[in-house]
C-alpha cells in the first residue's frame, strides 16, 4: 500500500469518527430523504440471497439494517471506523444476532476464498484509493455467481441538471454538513470526492476487466446516484 492510500484512508477514518452521531442525519437531510429510495432499490436488487453476505464501508450499519429488514440472514459489516461500529450497534436492536461486525480495510478483506454470496457497498466505494485491488479482493471472497452491488454517487448527464448539482455540491454539502457536525472539510471533502469520481462507462469498464459480469446499471433520481448490479463470473 502506498504512503499517499495510506494518508488517505487516515484521513476518511478521521473524519468519520468525528461526524458519526449524525451521520444519519446528514446524509437523510442533503439528499431531501432520497438516501432511503436509494437504499430500498439496492436490496430489492439482491434478490432471493441465503447468505452470507458483507456489508462493506457499511458505517452506522444504515444499509446493512435495511438488508435485515426484507431478509433475515448472516450479514458481516465492515467498516475502517471503530466509533461507526460502535455507535451503530445501539440501532441493531433485535437484528444483533445476525450481524458480525468488523473493523477492517476493504482493500484487505479478512475472509477465506468464494466465503460470501453476495457483497454489498453504499456510498463508500470512492473512498477506496485503491480500486481495481478492492475489486479483485471482492471477486476473491464472493462465491462463484455471487452478487456485487455498489450503490454509489454520480454527475447527471443533463447539463442543465449537473450544472445546479455541481453548485449543490460545492455550497450547500459543506455549509449543511458543517452546521450539523461542526467539521465543514469533511463534506468539502465529500463533494470533491463526488465530483472527481470516474463516470458509470468507467466505472462499468474497470469491473468487467476484473471479471465481473454486469446484470444492472441503474440511474437514481436524476442521475445522481447509480446502482450497480454485477456478478462474479
Known sequence: MSVTSTDHKGFVKEKFDFIVKRYDLV???????????????LVKSLGEIKGPLL???CGPYTLSLEILRSKKLTLYALDLSFEMLSFGRLKLKEYTPYVFPLKGDAEKLPFKGESVEAITIAFGFRNLPNRKEALEEFSRV???????????????KNVL???????YLKYYIPLLGGLLTGDKEAYQYLAKSIQDFPSSEEIDYLLQSTGFIPIKVEKLTFGIVTLYHYKKA
Open 142 to 156: 464472493l462465491k462463484k455467481g455471487g452478487s456485487l452491488l455498489i450503490l454509489e454517487f454520480s454527475l447527471p
Open 27 to 41: 446524509n437523510s437531510v442533503a439528499s431531501f430523504f432520497q438516501d432511503a429510495y436509494w437504499r430500498k432499490r
Open 161 to 167: 441538471i449537473k450544472k445546479l448539482y455541481l453548485l
Open 55 to 57: 456489508d462493506l464501508c
